[in-house]
């Protein structure tokens, strides 16, 4: 909150005003030497307003620049005094509030901002910009107490005063926090299980999107629950929901690295995509954990056939297309030795370089991938 802390410290144009008006009746009372003494006893008044107004503003700048070197205590003593001079000024609360929320002292923010508010009432003050910073720094206070709610109530009064762009990104932001609490709050693995449970049976009986419902509520309940991640995967998969199957299977594979049939399904959606690089990769990543696992082992023999035989011309070209936008195939594309063996293989085929490359297992790799990705063909 530093930067609303100093947002004002140049702003009080009608403190100028005041200096100004005193100057120019200083300047006329040294022309006109027959002024009345209750001309003079005005211009007094006057020059205590003036001089109060500014010193009041001196008070918040020692309070601004206390406040930059962490010197609480300081800082607020400043801004009293500040307040004393002129209590008028809506700023200074703001200002002492915003020490108060520094300290996480929450309450004491609430009562100083409460205070302002009171002498706006008042004195009918509708200075809607200033208004509008008590009101979010009430919101950011409510927001340091957990209170959400009222958190959101006020940074929505401040927008309705003035639509100010960080007090949206505030609200966005308690808004998170508020939505994630009530996750948090409704997490329950037990339950998760049984919602689980319930999905498999509507699975079996073939009722597929009350199986998603079911999965879902279990990883509301288990966010960690990989099985249930993994069997909303094939649900979406039945459903003909290929992009929503493969979100969920790469959360099962995030939450459980280990899951080996959760690769296995990786490894079969992205084949259906005719992402075969990618089917690979997954189907490889199965096997390194378990190496004897049917489904990897079939889906990768599959996925190596349709590399080699499977799709004809235009096949390919639609697959290399579509990989041509992938990071992955990018970054392999970009790779020098890469970029140099493709060049030799084109210009100089028989160049003993090429074989020494081939024999590279990183490199051999690299060249599968863009085989199998329909960016390179091997003839």
Not at 263 to 285: D, R, V
């Amino acid at each position: 909150h530093k930067e609303e802390h100093h947002g004002h410290t140049h702003t009080h144009s009608s403190h100028e005003h005041h200096s100004h008006t005193h100057e120019s009746h200083s300047h006329q009372q040294t022309t006109h030497s027959h002024s009345h003494t209750t001309s003079t006893r005005m211009q007094e008044e006057k020059k205590t307003s003036s001089s109060h107004l500014s010193e009041a503003d001196q008070e918040k700048a020692k309070g601004n620049e206390e406040y930059t070197k962490r010197n609480f205590d300081a800082a607020i003593q400043h801004y009293n005094r500040a307040i004393e001079l002129n209590p008028l000024e809506l700023i200074y609360y703001f200002n002492k509030a915003a020490v108060y929320q520094e300290r996480k002292e929450y309450q004491e923010v609430i009562k100083i901002v409460d205070e302002a508010f009171k002498v706006a009432e008042e004195n009918n003050i509708k200075d809607f910009a200033k208004l509008a910073k008590l009101y979010s720094r009430k919101g950011n206070a409510y927001t340091g107490l957990e209170d959400y709610d009222q958190a959101l109530f006020w940074l929505d009064k401040s927008l309705v005063e003035d639509n100010q762009q960080k007090v949206k990104d505030e609200r966005r932001r308690v808004e998170k926090l508020k939505k994630d609490r009530e996750e948090l709050a409704y997490q329950n693995p037990e339950l998760g299980e049984k919602a689980r449970e319930r999905g498999n049976e509507f699975f079996k009986n073939g009722d597929y999107p009350n199986a998603v419902k079911e999965y879902d509520e279990a990883v509301r309940r288990n966010p960690k629950d990989s099985k249930a991640f993994n069997n909303k995967a094939t649900c979406l998969t039945k459903l003909g929901d290929i992009p929503g199957a493969l979100k969920a299977v790469e959360r099962a594979v995030e939450i459980d690295p280990t899951f080996v049939k959760a690769w296995a399904k990786k490894g079969s959606i992205h084949q259906t995509l005719s992402e075969f690089h990618k089917a690979m990769e997954a189907y490889e990543k199965g096997l390194k954990i378990d190496p004897e696992n049917v489904e990897c082992k079939e889906g990768l023999s599959k996925v190596q056939f349709a590399v080699m035989y499977g799709g004809g011309q235009g096949n390919q070209e639609e697959r290399a297309k579509k990989a041509m936008a992938d990071p992955e195939i990018q970054a392999i594309l970009r790779t020098p030795e890469i970029i140099n063996l493709l060049k030799d293989m084109e210009q100089r085929p028989n160049a003993p370089e090429i074989a020494a490359a081939l024999r590279n297992p990183d490199i051999a790799k690299k060249l599968e991938k863009l085989v199998a990705a329909g960016v390179l063909k091997m003839g």
